[in-house]
């Protein structure tokens, strides 16, 4: 069975940082892309970066580029995102995803952590 | 910011038969990207729903069912049952933003 679970979410000031994580379970974890959605609070989802199986190529919204940071390490079958100089736009819901192989689309999900950018 | 328009809210009966609508444009579902649909309810992880346009995974009832045409794709649940409440969203990719992009969300209502 598929599991992602996320963690590292919490309230941060404006212009702080916060590493998210995602434990990757039940499949092959090198084989397959990772990204992170994200909803804001009433608002819908939003992808915000991905990542390619070795971790070579990574993508970014561009409102987060320059900002956060996405990795992986493959031995630990772990997806990160480092989010650096947020914003209170930035305060959602974080959800990790797993990319369909050969098709951009995401299969399974995570249940998300929260950000929360605030003073 | 969202680049495919969803309605809002849809509502109907137990029974009835809903249908959702996405509209994109030439740089994403009028590109002959894929539409893809994901069930979601608040708190939970989002579940997918429809992928490829018209395919549904396994355990998904064939109750939903998608469509594209053009620059727009529409998801459809007929039957309609209380357990289908739930925020519903489309999905594509977008060559001009070289990024995923979804839909505005539309709210699903029982009534």
């Known amino acids: 069975e598929v599991q992602l679970v996320e963690s590292g979410g919490g309230l941060v000031q404006p212009g702080g940082s916060l590493r998210l994580s995602c434990a990757a379970s039940g499949f092959t974890f090198s084989s397959y892309g990772m990204s992170w959605v994200r909803q804001a609070p009433g608002k819908g989802l939003e992808w915000v970066s991905s990542i390619t199986t070795s971790g070579g190529d990574t993508y970014y919204v561009d409102s987060v580029k320059g900002r956060f940071t996405i990795s992986r390490d493959n031995s630990k079958n772990t997806l990160y995102l480092q989010m650096n100089s947020l914003r209170a736009e930035d305060t959602a819901v974080y959800y990790c995803?797993?990319?369909?192989?050969?098709?951009?689309?995401?299969?399974?999900w995570g249940q998300g952590t929260l950000v929360s950018v605030s003073s | 910011q969202s680049v495919l328009t969803q309605p809002p809210s849809v509502s109907g009966a137990p029974g009835q038969r809903v249908t959702i609508s996405c509209t994109g444009s030439s740089s994403n579902i009028g590109a002959s990207y894929d539409v893809h649909w994901y069930q979601h309810l608040p708190g939970t992880a989002p579940k997918l729903l429809i992928y490829?346009?018209?395919n549904r995974p396994s355990g998904v009832p064939d109750r939903f069912s998608g469509s594209k045409s053009g620059t727009s794709a529409s998801l459809a649940i007929s039957g309609l049952q209380a357990e289908d409440e739930a925020d519903y969203y489309c999905q594509s990719y977008d060559s001009s933003l070289s990024g995923y992009v979804f839909g505005t969300g539309t709210k699903v209502t029982v009534l």
């Open positions: 995803a797993k990319k369909y192989r050969g098709s951009y689309l995401f299969d399974y």
């Open positions: 490829g346009n018209t």
